[in-house]
């Protein structure tokens, strides 16, 4: 009768060898172990036309663990996934073509080339995820200062829907990886700190021309940075003096200011429907990066936080309009957010606007 490496106390006796000490599941589909300095290393084999398919089986140290690794192996082979030579950065450029582009994701694929990118689909596991999320190329910019955890949270996320994408396409075996993607608890400094008008106006002065039309545009509507990134000229109705954006979900149209609606008739000036409202002096789109640099040299000379980003603009335009009493529904709904986000993030301005209105009606 074969060895049961299933109990551990046999396993104990195994002496080392190259040759792993294999276990049957079921029929042509066997788990292994191979013992080496008093280590043990998994590994499982199916039967494939005729061939055994091997796959060393990562973050295993019982036959339980085994038997979950083996299975999601077994279950790649049913579902008709084959080996693939392919990289984390060849998945990459598939899933992007999958999807719509954003400037995030060359931002990712640069920092997938330090320590990521070229490594096998075949051989991926979690510790070279971990490398990448300890990477400098992902903790920090190209001019080496450090990136927000909201930052962080959503270049991981991003590379955990490729990955997600490649197990989807039979194109990975195994998911110990999703462990190192994770989120981290995020700094909340971008809600936290709130810029007066005459703090906007500042920063709006000590802007670069091309930059000056978008700041502003932040600093009165509470918009995100997609949502005017992504403004042509058609989506300005002149008529109804509404602005149409869409981001996350939240298609909608945004009433005007007299102010607002000025910038956008400027911005809208001999330009075609199909036009970007907002670009920069060379003519190119505004992009994560750029916008980013504009706003921090902005904010740079105008002696505030360096802090300061798109959602530092947005967050004070909404925490404008709570203090001045306009009701939650429709803040969220200028907001292009949930109700709940509001309440959470600014619950206690609402309720001191909600204590003045009842001081003011006291009898």
């Not at 796959?55 to 979950?68: F, G």
Request: contains cysteine; aromatic residues 6%.
């Amino acid at each position: 009768m074969a060895l049961q490496i299933s109990i551990a106390r046999n396993r104990i006796k195994l002496t080392d060898q190259r040759e792993p000490y294999w276990q049957a599941v079921t029929r042509g589909r066997h788990i292994g172990v191979r013992k080496s300095k008093g280590s043990e290393y998994w590994v499982t084999r199916a039967m494939v036309d005729g061939k055994y398919k091997y796959h060393s089986l990562s973050n295993v140290n019982d036959w339980d663990s085994a038997m979950r690794a083996a299975k999601e192996f077994f279950d790649f082979l049913d579902r008709g996934g084959k080996s693939t030579k392919g990289t984390v950065s060849e998945l990459f450029d598939m899933y992007v073509e999958s999807v719509k582009p954003s400037p995030t994701h060359s931002t990712i694929k640069k920092t997938l080339q330090l320590e990521l990118g070229n490594v096998k689909l075949n051989d991926l596991r979690a510790s070279h995820v971990k490398r990448w999320r300890q990477s400098n190329g992902l903790l920090k910019t190209r001019q080496d200062e450090k990136r927000s955890a909201a930052t962080i949270n959503r270049m991981v996320n991003v590379l955990r829907a490729a990955l997600n994408y490649g197990v989807k396409e039979q194109l990975l075996i195994d998911t110990s990886w999703r462990v190192q993607l994770e989120r981290i608890k995020e700094e909340s400094n971008s809600r936290e700190l709130y810029l007066s008008p005459d703090d906007r106006r500042n920063l709006i002065n000590c802007a670069a021309e091309d930059a000056k039309p978008f700041i502003r545009l932040l600093s009165i509507l509470p918009l995100r940075p997609g949502d005017w990134n992504s403004a042509i000229v058609s989506h300005f109705d002149k008529k109804s003096d509404t602005l149409f954006v869409s981001s996350k979900d939240h298609p909608r149209h945004v009433p005007l200011s007299n102010a607002a609606r000025e910038l956008l008739k400027n911005q809208a000036k001999e330009k075609l429907p199909n036009a970007l409202l907002f670009v920069r002096a060379n003519g190119k789109a505004w992009d994560k990066q750029t916008w980013n640099v504009a706003i921090k040299d902005a904010a740079k000379k105008a002696g505030l936080p360096p802090d300061t980003t798109a959602y530092t603009l947005r967050h004070s335009t909404i925490t404008d309009l709570c203090v001045q009493g306009l009701d939650i529904h429709s803040t969220a709904k200028l907001s292009g957010t949930s109700i709940a986000m509001i309440e959470k993030h600014y619950g206690k301005l609402l309720k001191n606007v909600a204590t003045d209105a009842l001081n003011r009606i006291a009898i």
